[in-house]
């Protein structure tokens, strides 16, 4: 098992920035591609931002490339999401989740393990 926590939501003015942070603790971190989903109300969760294990790679949908930026922290056990220029449609419950899986994915049944989620409100 794998238990993630997210942490670093909150309410933002349009066009500000703000950071989530996922700890993960139980088995090996880096034997996990870590990734970013999202829900908006009345929406299916989408998938937001993976990376690899060793961090090297990172992958975006197209309507956050640009604005923001995950990273991780294998000494901390810990994943990023470095989220600029926020948008209110940017507004959902974000989660993070772990892979076993090495290629990238984007479907959130590909992911193993997923944290509680935590909330993001981008006002206008």
């Known amino acids: 098992q794998v238990q993630l926590v997210e942490s670093g939501g909150g309410l933002v003015q349009a066009g500000g920035s703000l950071r989530l942070s996922c700890a993960a603790s139980g088995r090996t971190f880096s034997n996990y591609a870590m990734g970013w989903f999202r829900q908006a109300p009345g929406k299916e969760r989408e998938f937001v931002a993976r990376?690899?294990?060793?961090?090297?790679?990172?992958y975006y949908t197209d309507v956050v490339r640009g604005r923001f930026t995950m990273s991780r922290d294998n000494a901390k056990n810990t994943v990023y999401l470095q989220m600029n220029s926020l948008k209110p449609e940017d507004t959902a419950v974000y989660y993070c989740?772990?892979?076993?899986?090495?290629?990238?994915?984007?479907?959130?049944?590909?992911?193993?393990?997923w944290g509680q989620g935590t909330q993001v409100t981008v006002s206008s």
């Open positions: 989740a772990a892979t076993a899986l090495v290629g990238v994915t984007t479907l959130d049944r590909s992911y193993d393990f």
């Open positions: 990376i690899s294990r060793n961090g090297i790679n990172t």
